[in-house]
């Protein structure tokens, strides 16, 4: 069973920017394929940004260049810097789990097994 809890969320500016971070615990021995979801209320859950097992990352045309996933395993945490934020970009922010991939899916968040309770982004302009 895997766990995942996201902090970091808030309120900011146009322009601004934000580390989102979420811990995962897990069976230690095993790595996991991780991947940021948003949901605007009356929006379909969109995929952000995803780490696969062996690093490989997958970002959503809408934040590329702006969003950068890491992870690191030492502290069990993924992060989600978060820079030039536009008000499109607020959202519930959630961070999921898988047991493994090699590029992430973004589209199929059933594809995901495991998921925090979420934190919230609001980009005010």
């Known amino acids: 069973q895997v766990q995942l809890l996201e902090s970091g969320g808030g309120s900011v500016q146009a322009g601004g920017s934000l580390r989102l971070s979420c811990v995962f615990s897990?069976?230690?021995?095993?790595?996991?394929?991780l991947v940021w979801f948003r949901q605007a209320p009356e929006t379909e859950r969109e995929g952000v940004a995803g780490?696969?097992?062996?690093?490989?990352?997958n970002y959503a045309d809408s934040v590329r260049g702006r969003f950068t996933i890491s992870r690191n395993d030492a502290k069990n945490t993924l992060y989600l810097e978060m820079n030039s934020l536009k008000a499109e970009d607020t959202a519930m922010y959630y961070c999921?789990?898988?047991?493994?991939?090699?590029?992430?899916?973004?589209?199929?968040?059933?594809?995901?097994?495991?998921w925090g309770p979420g934190t919230q982004v609001t980009v005010s302009t």
């Open positions: 999921a789990a898988a047991g493994w991939c090699r590029t992430p899916p973004l589209s199929q968040a059933n594809a995901y097994d495991w």
């Open positions: 780490l696969g097992n062996d690093g490989r990352t």
């Open positions: 897990g069976p230690v021995d095993r790595t996991y394929c």
